[in-house]
T-cell receptor, first 117, second 117 residues
């Protein structure tokens, strides 16, 4: 079990550029979540996938944000035309929910810190 | 709407002191889960405990203990004989059962614990 991994760990970009982050969940986990965390705050929910289906998106996820999870494995989060307000830590988490396994806890990756200059 | 309040922004103790981190939550769900996560300086959120709303038994794990009181909507976390390695930001979180199966977490704003040697 290698845990949730995220790449890159840090990204500095200029305002207006597009960025893409990748998350690799724990291999047997069917659910994947994206959160955003700003300094001094708790993580805020952005979106979540069950297998390859994106089941819910937060109002925080503007039209400039898009997330995918092809084949129900890794996921990508893309931000188009970045703005300075997008600067934050982007966290990915995964969990395995089934009828038999009620362990709903989410396991988090180390995050991608985005700085928009 | 769900809400988690961690009124203590920062706590500083001396090693070996006991410390309690408070968490108060609001939810209209009848079934829900409560969590505590630890975020050390490295940034990765570490899962500590999950409790469901039907189980009000207190739990002890080593130096950690949790007191869940549904009557006061509180889920407090106590560290006994604190150590410098306990220094981190601790987040309380709430997750309800939704029709979509969504279990995204609503986090509090966190309590920064500093344990001085």
């Amino acid at each position: 079990d290698t845990g949730v991994s995220q790449n890159p760990r840090h990204k500095i970009t200029k305002r207006g550029q597009n960025v893409t982050f990748r998350c690799d969940p724990i291999s047997e986990h069917n659910r994947l979540y994206w959160y955003r965390q700003t300094l001094g705050q708790g993580p805020e929910f952005l979106t979540y996938f069950q297998n390859e289906a994106q089941l819910e998106k937060s109002r925080l996820l503007s039209d400039r944000f898009s997330a995918e999870r092809p084949k129900g494995s890794f996921s990508t989060l893309e931000i188009q035309r970045t703005e300075q307000g997008d600067s934050a830590m982007y966290l990915c988490a995964s969990s395995h929910d089934s009828r038999r396994n009620i362990a709903y806890e989410q396991y988090f990756g180390p995050g991608t810190r985005l700085t928009v200059t | 709407a769900q809400k988690v309040t961690q009124a203590q922004t920062e706590i500083s103790v001396v090693e070996k002191e006991d410390v309690t981190l408070d968490c108060v939550y609001e939810t209209r769900d009848t079934t829900y889960y409560l969590f505590w996560y630890k975020q050390p300086p490295s940034g990765e959120l570490v899962f500590l405990i999950r409790r469901n709303s039907f189980d009000e038994q207190n739990e002890i794990s080593g130096r950690y203990s949790w007191n869940f009181q549904k009557s006061t909507s509180s889920f407090n976390f106590t560290i006994t004989a604190s150590q410098v390695v306990d220094s981190a930001v601790y987040f309380c979180a709430l997750s309800g059962l939704k029709n979509t199966g969504r279990r995204a977490l609503t986090f509090g704003s966190g309590t920064r614990l500093q344990v001085q040697p």
